[in-house]
């Protein structure tokens, strides 16, 4: 859809295309998602239906209940399963703080970043603008494991140089969530820095205020539905994040898609349908927010 | 009023090259010296630096060479937000997420003035711009209230130099008109220096003291208005402002204030020399304007033309007495009608047209003239030009 309305437009001089491609990209920000989360609603669909069915088997419906939310929150569960809602609390508590310590340094890092390639100018920014893209296109597992390589080099030397062992843990599964979130959240706040006009900034420094002043002043309230959207996204991303996790928690932190891992390797039980239809509710109000912020237009009040 | 406000030494600015294109040299070695309290225009089409120098004189931009002394003071490597200069952008650049009200006060904020200082002269700054939607944010203004909000915004910190960037270009004609007036009103109240951006000659010459026309980053004349409508220096100049005509020929004679040109198919006709200096034998230009040119019937018209503003027989003798005036025999061969002038095309020499504008006086049909009369075309020989190409 993308390639084609710009083939449409392409002769028609450089400004058009430009326009052409920035709207592009802002269609398929939004499209990408509901893309993806298509393909993602066929197997979501049967497991939310299932998280309802009155049968701890998995195959055939018996009627509506809430028993499996009930055994969530209550702890009171069959005797099969391996469920325990205290271990389940305490992973979303990891996962909780695991995605707001994450979220909150990669939305700063991220802004920033995304302030230095809208607004600066220096030579190698091609070349960061490139890497940017990097997190979002690699594959996860490829992420994963560079981290995990990249930690355990780091913890090696420092071993050897001072003698102090570290091990991986939640710090480790923080920083690898900083590491991919600070692309999406830099690739939505570019977004609207780019939209938003640079004689605004100007017009502030001409009237007196500082690069500080201007950016709190002027440019933060203006980006600010984009520095929150990219910030929704991210903690999104970090709470639903399993791969990187998994690689970089060592043995002492869970979070919470790390723990439903463990459940299914014993058994399928409808409380994990439950618990994944909640998480799933949780996610979904997020990004639907994220997005609607990424909708409204930038410069307008 | 003498005194020199602004001071740009031989500024060039060259914008770093993008891939596979020549870098751009926005403005080209200029030298402007704006005085205070003066009204000063920027005038040039589209794309020949006028943006860039302004942009430079509130530091949005640095020279790639030469200087720019505010007040005495050289401003390089100076900040905006340091600089005694205030900017009204040409899109206004209205802070969106801010009232009217707040994006007037911003200014004084940032310069440390008590909130209800602030508030006060923010509105007393509004009330000289007539505006009375404090608490609107800029979105729900139209153009011309928006082009207030950024006039008081700029205005109210009292800045040494006031640039403004072609403010009224997103205005219509009839509010354009109001705001021109009203921009020369507060300028004279102020007594501020304001430098003004435009590319409508017109606007420059009823609003400004002084007009510099640019062409293509470089500054080719300055002057007041005037000046440079009656004695431009070059035939850019000569077009740009008002409506010339170009007659091409070759110089044969000059004699003191006085140049010969003869035109194709021989016909001889006197014009002011250029300052600069011509060679003889050199083809030229002569530039004259189209109201400066008179039209008179060759064949007498009979009794009833005679009530007509100028009896043909004065000016006949008038053409016999005065001598600084160059006659030329030419042909009507276009006439339009234009409300309060006659535009008239006439063909003079071989090759030669000129347009001539006769005002339309009274009521003399007889003497108006039609396509295909036989006219003698005259002029003051200080109003024609010589100028090199
Ligand atoms: N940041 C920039 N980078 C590269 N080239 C630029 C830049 N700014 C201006 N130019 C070029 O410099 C030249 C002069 O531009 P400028 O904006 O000063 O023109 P202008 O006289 O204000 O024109 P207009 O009447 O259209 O506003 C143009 O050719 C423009 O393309
Ligand atoms: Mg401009």
């Known amino acids: ?301 | 009023m003498q005194q020199v406000g602004i001071e740009i030494k031989n500024v060039i600015k060259e914008f770093p090259a993008r891939r596979g294109e020549e870098p751009v040299r926005a403005v080209d070695n200029i030298s402007l010296q704006i005085y205070e309290g003066e009204f000063f225009a920027l005038l040039g089409p589209s794309g020949c630096g006028k943006t860039t120098t302004l942009r430079m004189i509130a530091g949005f931009e640095e020279p790639s060479s030469g200087e720019i002394i505010l007040r005495g003071k050289p401003v390089q490597g100076v900040p905006p937000f340091h600089r005694p200069v205030n900017t009204v952008f040409q899109d206004y650049a209205l802070f969106p997420h801010m009232t009217v009200l707040q994006n007037v006060m911003f200014g004084l904020e940032m310069a440390g003035v008590n909130a209800r200082e602030a508030r006060d002269r923010a509105a007393a700054a509004l009330e000289m711009v007539r505006l009375k939607q404090f608490d609107r944010k800029p979105r729900q203004l139209s153009g011309g209230q928006q082009q207030r909000v950024a006039l008081a915004r700029a205005l109210v910190k009292q800045p040494a130099v006031l640039l403004l960037d072609e403010p009224l270009g997103a205005l219509d004609l009839k509010l354009r008109k109001e705001m021109q007036y009203e921009l020369m009103q507060m300028q004279e109240e102020l007594n501020m220096t304001f430098v003004y951006v435009t590319h409508d000659q017109e606007e420059a010459l009823t609003m400004c003291d002084r007009i510099a026309v640019m062409d293509r980053g470089k500054v080719l004349q300055v002057g007041r208005g005037n000046e440079i409508y009656e004695t431009p220096h070059s035939r850019f100049v000569a077009d740009f402002i008002g409506e010339t005509n170009f007659i091409e020929g070759k110089l044969t004679a000059i004699n003191g204030k006085k140049a010969t040109v003869v035109l194709p198919g021989g016909v001889e006709v006197e014009a002011t020399p250029d300052q600069t200096g011509t060679s003889l034998n050199s083809s030229v230009t002569v530039a004259i304007r189209p109201e400066k040119i008179t039209l008179v019937h060759v064949s007498l018209p009979t009794d009833q033309g005679l009530n007509a503003r100028v009896s043909t027989a004065e000016v006949m003798s008038a053409i016999e007495t005065e001598e600084d005036r160059t006659f030329v025999p030419g042909t009507i061969i276009f006439s339009n009608y234009i409300g309060t002038d006659t535009r008239y095309t006439v063909r003079i020499g071989e090759s030669s047209t000129l347009i001539v504008r006769e005002q339309n006086f009274g009521n003399f049909k007889d003497i108006t003239f039609k396509v295909g009369d036989q006219v003698m075309v005259f002029w003051a020989t200080e109003n024609a030009r010589v100028l090199i190409q």
């Open chain 1, 1 to 301: 859809m993308a390639t084609r309305s710009m083939a449409i437009h392409i002769d028609e001089g450089r400004i058009r295309r430009d326009l052409t491609v920035r709207k592009a990209g802002k269609i398929g920000m939004i499209l990408e998602p509901l893309f993806a989360y298509f393909f993602l609603w066929a197997p979501i669909i049967v497991l939310v239906i299932f998280s309802f069915n009155d049968s701890r088997s998995v195959a055939t419906w018996r009627g509506f209940t809430l028993r499996w939310y009930g055994n969530i929150l209550s702890g009171a569960v069959g005797a099969e399963a391996r469920f325990s809602t205290e271990l389940m609390l305490s992973a979303l508590g990891t996962s909780l703080v695991v995605a707001l310590i994450a979220t909150l340094i990669a939305t700063v890092i991220g802004t920033a970043v995304s302030m230095s390639l809208v607004r600066g100018n220096y030579p190698a920014k091609s070349l960061v603008d490139g890497l940017l893209l990097l997190p979002v296109v690699i594959p996860e597992i490829t992420q994963a494991v560079s981290l995990l390589l990249f930690f355990s080099a780091i913890f090696d030397f420092v071993g050897t140089t001072t003698g102090v062992r570290i091990s991986p843990g939640i710090g480790t599964v923080i920083i690898g969530h900083v590491v991919f979130n600070i692309s999406y959240v830099a690739i939505v706040v570019r977004a609207r820095l780019a939209d938003m006009n640079p004689h605004l900034e100007e017009a502030a420094s001409d009237l007196g205020a500082n690069p500080w002043r201007t950016f709190w002043r002027v440019t933060f309230p203006l980006i600010l539905p984009g520095i929150i959207s990219g910030a929704l996204l991210a903690f999104t991303l970090s709470l639903d994040d399993f791969v990187v996790t998994f690689f970089n928690s060592g043995p002492g932190t869970t979070t919470l898609p790390v723990y439903v891992y463990g459940l299914i390797k014993l058994s399928v039980s409808p409380e994990i349908n439950a618990l994944s239809t909640l998480m799933l509710l949780a996610s979904t109000v997020l990004i639907g927010i994220s997005m609607a912020l990424q909708g409204r237009n930038a410069g307008r009040g």
